[in-house]
Structure formats: C-alpha cells, structure tokens
C-alpha cells in the first residue's frame, strides 16, 4: 500500500479541539493539497472523531483515499471496552466501521501493546478481520522492538500483512532510533510518526519565558496540553528558538523544517500532521519532498541534542489495561 508522504489525523482536533465546519474545512483542505491517507482512532474525542471523518470524507471515491484506525483504548465503561482481546477487537472494529462509514479500513492498528491478553489472541482476532475484508493491513502504534518482531513472527503465520508502526517521532524525542527502527527496518515495517512538531513547539510560537500564546493547544485541555506541557520547559524552547535562522537559512517555517526533518529517516513512510485551520495544512504540507543536506542535519543535532529524549525505554505501553 502506498501512503501520502504527509497524513491527516485527527487526535485532538476533530470533535473536540474545534468545530465541526472547522474540521471538515481541514480534511477538504489536506485533499486538495494532495493528502489521501487519513489516521484517526476509536478513542479519539470519545469516538466523535471518527464520525466526523467519517461524514468528511463521505462522498470520496474510497479507492482514492487511505483509512486508518485503531483500538485499544476505552471506548466504555466496561471491563472489556478495553485493551486487545478478541472480544473487544471484533466489537471494535464494527463500530469504527460504522463511524466512519466505510466497509474497510486499509489499516487497522493497535494502540498499544496489550500485557493481559495473550498476543497470539490479539493475531488471530487481527487476521480473521484481515480475512474477512473489514482491513486491508494490520499495524502497531508505540510497541517496542521486541513486541513488533513477535507480533511480525505470528503475522507471519497467519499470513496476514503487519506493515507499520506509529510513534511519536521528532527532533525531541528520538527513542524509536536505536532499537525499533532497524528492528522494523530488518521486518519491512514501515513508521508512520505522530507528533512530528512536538505537540506544536516546534513551530517556535512557545517563548521562554513567556506564557503560551492564547487559544494555543497549551492553553487548552481539550487539546492536549497535558501532552504538550513537557516541552514547555525555558530550556527546551531556548533551543528550538536557535532553529529559527536554520529554518530561514533553508527557505522553511520551522514547522516545516520540523516535519522535513522526521521525513528525512529513510523509515518513515509518512508523518502525521494534525490541524485547527485550512491554512496550517496548506502551510504543512510543503515540507514534503523537501530534502535537508548532511550539514544542515547536523547543524540540528547540535541545537537539540542537550534536549532531546534518546532512552528506547521510553516506548511503552500500560502494565494493565487503562
């Protein structure tokens, strides 16, 4: 399956961040820039995103778009609204299908790596789902290199195509680089990354200093700014502000440099971009195609090196179910 080198998701934006028109303004602005992969998950905005996406993207030729979703998280207050069992992945994915409106997704993830259910009855519910047409592919979302072989080794056998991993990759947090990257790399998965702009400080309108822009994702816990508050630290935005004259240097937004930065790992298929307004996804997705020369990388390495997270422990996933 081939992706845009740019998608469209809809964590923490669509039903929840903005309003409906505002959403469907976004999803017509990425189709017309080119974006035909769309990512979004059964969690997100308490299923609301999926319904949302679901009615953008309604009058598309199917065939001309990519669907992506996942399951994991609670979608209920029930015990088994939850996790990767086989019960709650069949349940799941009926209901993503009917939010979204579509027969089939193209790829179906796992949210996270599930420690109560035995993996092979993750597989097996996976590859009935495959064999019954309702996805085209399986893919994983912040699992670690161990878990992506075993789950890559059961696929295997079940005949069943796992081609991706989705975490969150950007010049800050690094931990898929040492061990889940050439793991992937040897298995032929691809990284399709969340967060390339760190939650948005990487855009550099955070100031140290200085409180967060009003109505910026930081300002708003409907928006993630639980997610974001880490970057936030006066050191951390000391640094992304001297990207600023690399960013001008290049002819670039530093958004833009920041989402070419994550595209220039030969792993990454595709980045993840969200947005609030039609212009941010204009202005976004001229960072693909771009290509960054070995010195200018480098000049990035240094500036972001005192700060940027490497630890592989880092990618995890819950020791029980949420």
Known sequence: ??????????????????EEDAALACVRAALDSGITTFDTADVYAG???????????????RDGVEIFTKVF?????????RGLSRKHIMESIDGSLRRLQTDYVDLYQAHRYDYSTPL??????????????????????????SEIRAAHALATELRIPLVSNQPQYSMLWRVIETEVVPT?????????????????????????GQPPPAGSRATDEKSGANFISRWLADDVLTQVQ??????DQAGLTMAQLAV????????????????????????????????LDADLLKAI??????????????????????
Request: hydrophobic share 40%; aromatic share 6%.
């Open 47 to 61: 299923t609301r995103a999926e319904e949302v996406l679901g009615r953008a993207l309604k009058d598309e030729r």
């Open 184 to 208: 992937c790399e040897e298995l032929g998965l691809g990284q399709i990354v969340w967060s390339p702009m760190a939650q948005g400080v990487l855009s550099g309108k955070y100031l140290p």
């Open 242 to 247: 001297l990207l600023r004259p690399l960013a």
């Open 260 to 291: 070419a930065w994550v595209l220039q790992n030969p792993n990454v298929s595709s980045a993840i971009i969200g947005a609030s307004r039609p212009e941010q996804v204009y202005d976004n997705v001229k960072a693909a195609g771009v290509k």
């Open 73 to 81: 998280w609670p979608t209920g207050p029930g015990r088994n609204n």
């Open 120 to 145: 092979e009855e993750t597989m097996v519910a996976f590859a009935d789902i495959v064999h019954s047409g309702k996805a085209h592919y399986i893919g994983v979302s912040e699992w670690k290199a």
């Open 1 to 18: 399956m081939l992706v845009s080198e740019i998608s469209y998701g809809n964590w923490i934006t669509h039903g929840s961040q903005v």
């Open 301 to 322: 390495d240094e500036i972001v090196e005192p700060v940027t997270e490497r630890d592989p422990a880092k990618t995890e996933s819950p020791a029980q179910r949420p």
